[in-house]
């Protein structure tokens, strides 16, 4: 298929990280371990906050949301990177490439809500906690977790359906290790000023509005915790908040540095090193970032370690 003496791209060919093949088998080892360790690490955390009454609050109800969409998140990207390392055929379809982006864009936006709703949840929790029972509501937080995926499958069609009414043609070889807007818009033979100020908008919209929101309810939880008499009550107040920040800085930080910034100055090198922790290293920090400084989680651990345990 040719547009004018072009062949239009219908498949890619993905490099990934090297080229070297014992580099490639070391590389393999190396991220089908943090893929195991992720599965599991967010399985057990949302499995624990499923099964331990204890963990039955508002809170964990939002943490094992966003664990379970860390287990969906690195499965989009961590296979096909396992692919590339262990195989010579590195090739991937345009709709292999399409569906692939599909689906990172999905979990990419819903985490970005699930963000502001855990957020939000923090921000009753310290400015009201008298009024936090009522109004943090089984139904209430069920529709803010089922509106974040909504929110994420709409950004989602979106976002595709702009990026892949494009056409690609020249080279097919994308050095990268995932289908991402950066390297797409460079082997682009359209014209992309419409579609990156498209792109800006829905980016842009939801990511800054997100983190704007995100920030002002930061704003109030630190006036409510100067507010706090006792040095205790502070500390207490800010730990509550800690895992999370540590979360939101990570997650919009690698995004922000990509997708901010115009194509034009695109680097292969740090655009790699910012996409792994979106991609691999985000969603292997997450269930550690909420268990290890957690003692409800801990606790709720060692007693299902206990129960599994054989009778004597």
Known sequence: ???????????????????????????????????????????????????????????????????????????????????????????????????????????????CYLLEVMAYDRHVAICSPLLYSGKMSRSLCTGLVLGSYFGGLLNAIAHTANTFRLKFCGKNIIDHFLCDVPPLIKMSCTDTQVYEKVLLGVVGFTVLSSLFAILIFYFNILLAILRIHSASGKCKAFSACASHLISVTLFYGSML???SKPSSAYSLASNKVASLFYTVLNPLLNPLIYSMRNKDVKEAFRKALHTLQPQR
Not at 8 to 36: A, H, K, M, N, R
Not at 49 to 74: C, K, V
Not at 80 to 85: D, T
């Open 1 to 111: 298929m040719e547009m004018e003496n072009r062949t239009i791209l219908t498949e890619f060919i993905l490099v990934g990280f090297t080229s070297d093949p014992q580099l490639q088998l070391i590389l393999f080892g190396i991220f089908l371990i943090l893929y195991l360790v992720t599965l599991s690490g967010n399985m057990t955390l949302v499995i624990l906050i499923w099964t331990d009454s204890r963990l039955h609050t508002p809170m964990y109800f939002f943490i094992g949301n966003l664990s379970f969409l860390d287990f969906w998140y690195t499965s989009v990207y961590t296979p096909k990177i396992l692919a590339i390392c262990a195989s010579e055929d590195k090739h991937m379809s345009l709709a292999g490439c399409g569906a692939q982006f599909f689906f990172s864009c999905v979990v990419a936006y819903t985490e």
């Open 257 to 259: 540095f990509i997708y």
